[in-house]
């Protein structure tokens, strides 16, 4: 290794968290700040937590709730959503004529 290139390192470096947790692991800096740790982040929790600063979140679910409205729109956007709606529900059927299932059949 050369001399006087690698940062020192730290083998007690103290994470804090956002959360109010606190562990200590090894880095190259002394003290950690993050946001998320093991003990309050989702996927360890099991519990849903969102991080909006800038209130993204709330806009989407707004433009969200506004789609499914119907009772707002008029004339051409109105059957146009109903439409749509329609379209979402409805089952897809394939029929299949008894000759294809034949030509399968002999091919095997």
Known sequence: MKKDIHPQYYSEAKVTCACGNTFTTGST????????????????????????????????????????????????????????????KKEVVVKVRPEDLKKKADKK
Do not use: I, M, N, W
């Open 29 to 88: 800096q002394p003290e950690l700040k993050v946001e998320l740790c093991s003990a309050c982040h989702p996927f360890y929790t099991g519990k849903q937590k969102l991080l909006d600063t800038a209130r993204r979140v709330e806009k989407f679910q707004e433009k969200q709730a506004q789609k499914t409205k119907l009772t707002d729109r008029k004339g051409k956007k109105a059957k146009r959503a109903t439409r749509a709606l329609k379209r979402e």
